[in-house]
């Protein structure tokens, strides 16, 4: 046997420590979190709504132009151009603040394309922003639905949608004229210039003018009165209702990074949750009835968060079953604060619980390990049992994880 090298050995051994130290460091970006599937929009992905099971309209180009993107073909679509395009959730239907509120069937869009012409308009409902809730004792035939808009302090006003035949619509309005949202509450300093609605109509998102924080009214349908029931702990602008109507869903600043932060509030308990990833900078947020989540995030070929300057935007689709429940808040923080030190980053705790839970199972498992548990103070530690039982109960990554939104 000839002689090896002394050098040419220690070389060997140090090229396979460190080949296996870097095989077995995880997934330490975005694809580390659960997600269904990301889409590639043009532009920003802001304002956001879905319609139907396979559209989403939404807001770009410094505001001015609304776009749509077909999640089952993968592509974006033509829709017309003019300010806030807004799907209704069964995707037969969208509006623009053109005219007052105009309504336009979604059919009219593959046939005429940015020409589409709205079948119904109301030009006593004016102003920007809107947003819409189906009222209950709605139909599939007969759908009753109330839309805010942005008109000074706030205004709504109801809607009968009447189904005539497989794709021909009447329009009526209940009211014989708009309503003032949260008139009560206008001398105490509500701003409702941006009125969001729950997915029901029975609850009003505005913000408070001096300390620009956002409240959650329960609303009044004959006088328009609002009565506060939730407040959101930190400043921000639109929010989106889960379909349930149990939660909201709103981006805030995270002021150490300056990047957007989704973030996930219960309604009735005031608890906050951390829902996006550390290095994920979050434009904006909307649901899907099955409980599915898509938020929108600067891409790689954006700029600042900022629909003014982003040249494209990732869509992060996440299933309804992406959040599991078979771990406690310390055992998915131990996770979250194992990945981040595996992968030389720095979390607080919403954070850390945020990665933990979200984390793809063979990320999860592949950290789960007593030699990294080694690395958390004592408080942190929780028993190796909790982590591979929490791990075991999160979700997988599924599908193409990357699409284009090319025509």
């Known amino acids: ?11 060997l051994v140090a090229f396979l420590i460190f080949s296996t130290n870097a095989f077995a460091a995880p997934e330490c970006g975005n694809d580390a979190l659960v997600k269904k599937a990301v889409h590639n929009l043009p532009g920003s992905g802001y304002w956001m709504q879905v319609a139907g099971d396979c559209r989403i309209t939404y807001t770009s180009v410094g505001g001015v132009y609304s776009k749509m993107y077909n999640l ?13 395009a807004y799907g209704l959730p069964e995707g037969d239907i969208y509006l623009h603040p053109e005219n007052g509120i105009s309504f336009y069937k979604m059919s009219g869009v593959k046939a ?22 189906t009222l209950p004792g709605s139909t599939p035939d007969k759908r009753k639905i109330r839309i805010a808009m942005g008109n000074a302090g706030g205004t709504f006003r109801d809607y009968i949608i009447e189904k005539k035949g497989a ?21 105490g300093g509500i701003d409702t210039e941006i009125p969001i609605l729950s997915k029901d109509g029975q609850m009003i998102a505005g913000r408070q003018l ?20 939730a407040k ?78 982003v040249v494209t935007s990732d869509l ?49 498992t592949s950290i789960a390990k ?19 039982s929490a791990c075991g109960s999160n979700a997988v990554s599924g599908g193409s994880s990357r699409s284009t939104g090319t025509q």
């Not at 329009?171 to 206008?186: G, H, T, W």
């Not at 005031?270 to 929108?296: A, H, Q, W």
């Not at 131990?334 to 063979?362: I, T």
């Open 232 to 309: 959101i702990p930190t400043e921000t602008s639109k929010v989106t209702f889960s379909f349930d109507n149990k939660s909201v869903y709103y981006v805030m600043r995270d002021p150490n990074t300056m990047k957007g932060r989704l973030m996930k509030m219960d309604i009735s308990s005031n608890k906050v949750t951390t829902i996006s990833g550390p290095d994920e900078d979050v434009l904006y947020v909307t649901t899907k009835k099955d409980g599915t989540l898509f938020y929108s995030r600067v891409g790689s070929a954006g700029g600042s968060a900022g629909f003014g300057d």
């Open 1 to 11: 046997m000839k002689n090896v090298n002394s050098k040419a050995l220690y070389a």
């Open 316 to 364: 992060v689709e996440v299933g309804p079953n992406s959040f599991p429940t078979g771990g406690d808040a310390k055992t998915y923080e131990a996770l979250g604060m194992m990945w981040a030190k595996a992968c030389g980053k720095s979390l607080d705790l919403d954070y850390a619980f945020a990665v933990g839970q979200r984390l793809d199972r063979a990320v999860c």
């Open 210 to 229: 001096d300390s620009r924080k956002t409240e959650i009214f329960k609303i009044d349908t004959a006088s328009g009165d609002c009565k506060s029931i």
């Open 72 to 84: 089952c073909e993968r592509k974006a679509e033509d829709i017309t151009p003019y300010i806030d």
């Open 370 to 388: 007593d030699e990294n548990m080694s690395s958390l103070d004592q408080e942190h530690k929780v028993s190796l049992d909790k982590l591979k």
């Open 112 to 133: 005429n394309g940015q020409n589409n012409q709205p079948f119904y308009s109301d030009p006593q409902n004016f102003g920007n922003y809107q947003s819409i809730g």
């Open 167 to 187: 794709d021909d619509f009447s329009v009526k309005p209940i009211q014989d004229d708009v309503i003032e949202a949260c008139k009560n509450l206008d001398s």
